[in-house]
């Protein structure tokens, strides 16, 4: 990959591919929230990749959502389930992360971490990456 923020993008993406891995061992091994937690950062790390190839860059994770929306979900460049993935695992992160007393439930946790792992196989398909 080449451009200005070649090296950047390539580490958003290895972040990307390390919290999917570690979503999956964390969820394997019973760690619901924590593995949703690393889903959703595995999704923020490769959205965050995407937009850096547009140069393109978000200061808040609020931001990313909407640039990734504005930039390739209504464009059609990545698919409405991609973004629904990206708003959804916002939103279960929050639990994981923040819900004191609510939890992400297995089922929730093993869903978040498939759905990250299509969400980073997407964004790798449009920067031609292998996936």
């Keep these: 990959?080449?451009?200005?923020?070649?090296?950047?993008?390539?580490?958003?993406?290895?972040?990307?591919?390390?919290?999917?891995?570690?979503?999956?061992?964390?969820?394997?091994?019973?760690?619901?929230?924590?593995?949703?937690?690393?889903?959703?950062y595995a999704v923020f790390y490769a959205?965050?990749?995407l937009l850096l190839s547009q140069d393109l860059e978000a200061s808040k994770h609020s931001g990313v959502l909407a640039?990734?929306?504005?930039?390739?979900?209504?464009?059609?460049?990545?698919?409405?389930?991609?973004?629904?993935?990206?708003?959804?695992?916002?939103?279960?992160?929050g639990v994981a992360d923040y819900g004191v007393t609510e939890h992400v439930s297995p089922e929730e946790a093993e869903e978040a971490v498939k759905s990250a792992e299509a969400f980073l196989s997407a964004v790798k398909s449009l920067l031609g990456e292998a996936s």
């Design 47 to 49: 959205a965050t990749a």
């Design 67 to 93: 640039l990734v929306h504005l930039h390739f979900v209504k464009t059609g460049r990545l698919g409405t389930a991609h973004g629904k993935v990206l708003n959804l695992l916002f939103e279960l992160r």
């Design 1 to 40: 990959m080449t451009g200005p923020h070649a090296r950047e993008i390539e580490a958003n993406l290895d972040r990307a591919e390390q919290s999917v891995q570690a979503a999956r061992a964390l969820s394997g091994n019973g760690y619901h929230d924590f593995a949703t937690s690393r889903a959703y």
